[in-house]
Structure formats: C-alpha cells, structure tokens
C-alpha cells in the first residue's frame, strides 16, 4: 500500500507540472516507496490524475511504459523521483536532437554544465544517460529529470523549461554566451554539496520518502 503523504506528494507536483504547462502526452511522475515507486496509470494524463489513478511497481518490472522509471530508480539509490514531462521549448530542443548549454547560473547549479538529448529512447540509452547526471532530453520530444526529492525533480524541469527557452530565444537573434566551464563546474559542486543537502533532507521529511 502506497502511503498517503507520498499519494500527496505526487498529486501536488502533478498540479505543479500542468499548472506550468510542463505536461504532454506520455508524461510519468514517479516517486520512490518501500516496495518500489508510485506512478500515475501510464493510461492517466496528468491534468485529470486522482488519486485512484496512482499505482505502485516493482523496481524489476518489465513493463514498458515503466521500465526507464524502474531501472534508474534500480541504479540510483540517492534519486528518489523521476519525472517525464513536455515543456514546450524543451520538446523542441530535443526534436532538433541538440544540447542545452549552460547558459543560465541557476542550470549550471542545479542541472549541471549542459543536457544532452540522447542518442536513443531505448531504455538502455536512457538510463545509460543518467548514469552521472540528473536529467537527459529525450529524442522525440520532453525531457527526464531526477530528483533526491521530488521537489529537487521539478525544479530540475523548470530549470530546464527555463534554459532551454533561452537557449531557442538566444540561437535565433545571433547565439548565445554559455557559462566558462570551469565555473559552472564549481557552481554545481557547491550547490550539490553545500547549498542543496541540508534543504534537500529537509524536504525529503515533508514528502515522505
């Protein structure tokens, strides 16, 4: 049984997402549990989930509208959501199968020197993909985010909405100045290691995990 504060939890960024207009057609919001993780009825949008319409899987599951969620979950024990969603500017940058450069302080902080778009959207290349980072474009349309928290997920993905419609704006009126690599290095090992970890416990409490 899925417990109510983590049912709460989903339910809330769902909200957050749609609210947004972060949301599309396939989209998955997936939250670490006991016995696996809770995610919305793959059949489910998520402008219309309820409550009933949140179920839990097995971290070995091999259905395929769940597996991606299942096997990073699997490999990452530090990630405790993991979000799909389709920010307009987003799908965009990932049908054009480009990068997102770091071109904001707050993406280099919270997602790191850049996003790539995968070079598949096999389960394999997916996961392979996050192996080391928190977030990944998926070829197609919409874009993976990872989370210690779920809160940290969604502000991964608004992150992203954010940098990648700077990134569109910035390539058509002449390009765009991304961050030194060396400092955006520091500032995402500072965020990661100093600024994040007490906030992220913190709302690791409040959600539920």
Do not use: W
């Not at 991964?156 to 704006?169: E, F, G, I, P």
């Amino acid at each position: 049984m899925i417990e109510k504060k983590i049912k709460d939890t989903v339910l809330d960024y769902a909200a957050k997402i749609v609210a947004e207009g972060m949301n599309g057609k396939g989209d998955r919001i997936a939250m670490r549990t006991k016995n696996g993780f809770c995610v919305n009825d793959a059949k489910v949008a998520l402008d219309v989930l309820k409550e009933e319409n949140l179920i839990e899987m097995p971290l070995d599951t091999e259905d395929k509208d769940y597996i991606v969620i299942a096997r990073i979950l699997a490999k990452r024990p530090e990630v405790h959501a993991v979000l799909y969603t389709h920010a307009p500017f987003v799908c965009a940058v990932a049908r054009a199968k480009a990068t997102i450069p770091a071109v904001l302080d707050d993406m280099t902080q919270i997602v790191g020197l850049n996003c790539r778009t995968s070079k598949s959207a096999t389960t394999d290349a997916l996961v392979g993909e996050l192996k080391k980072r928190n977030s990944v474009l998926v070829p197609g349309g919409g874009a993976l985010t990872t989370g210690r928290t779920m809160d940290e997920a969604y502000t991964c993905a608004l992150v992203l909405d954010k940098a990648s419609h700077a990134y569109v704006c910035g390539s058509v009126i002449g390009g765009n100045k991304t961050i030194n690599c060396v400092e955006a290095k520091l500032m995402n090992i500072i965020y990661q290691k100093k600024y994040s970890k007490v906030n992220q416990e913190n709302i690791s409490k409040r959600e539920g995990e």
